[in-house]
């Protein structure tokens, strides 16, 4: 499952809580938080996280991505039905 949603969109579903400035949180590419390379390797990242119990999985993409459209394109058809 991917979500996207715009500054509008997330003040609505956040409220007051909705905090735009929060901390940006960077993982060594390495780790067993974040998953890079081809559509192959980030379904492979979201198996090990659903097996090891993740009900939900977001991709989030990084603060300097060109294309947000292109990056949940991206996820929804060539990563997600890897996974599904």
Avoid: K, N
């Avoid at 459209?69 to 058809?77: L, M």
């Amino acid at each position: 499952m991917a979500i996207a949603a715009d500054r509008a969109g997330l003040e609505e579903l956040w409220g007051d809580s909705f905090e735009p400035e929060c901390e940006r949180r960077v993982y060594a590419v390495d780790s067993d938080r974040a998953v890079q390379g081809d559509a192959a390797g980030w379904a492979e990242g979201a198996q090990r996280w659903a097996e090891g119990g993740a009900t939900a999985i977001v991709f989030q993409p990084t603060v300097d991505e060109p294309s947000p459209e292109q990056f949940v394109r991206f996820v929804a058809e060539e990563v997600r039905p890897m996974f599904a």
